[in-house]
């Protein structure tokens, strides 16, 4: 999978499991277990193999909660022929 996006400020992008997403939320003081991270971007571009078969989270931050707009674009590789 590759996951694209830009932002019109500084935002921070982290991918992770579903199942570790939910477990830091609940902790609120414990790190997270990260697949990927950029932080301070205004435009990102990853690709990502997924390890085994899951639901994983993208997580974005943005420090400044204005009405700024993050545009996201997911996009799936083609099946292989």
Known sequence: MTVSGCASELISIWLCTDTEYDRWLDSQNEEIELIQQMNDVESFEFSFQAPQRDVYAIVIENPN?????????????LPQK
């Open 65 to 77: 909660p204005s009405s700024d707009e993050v545009l996201i674009c997911i996009q799936r590789p």
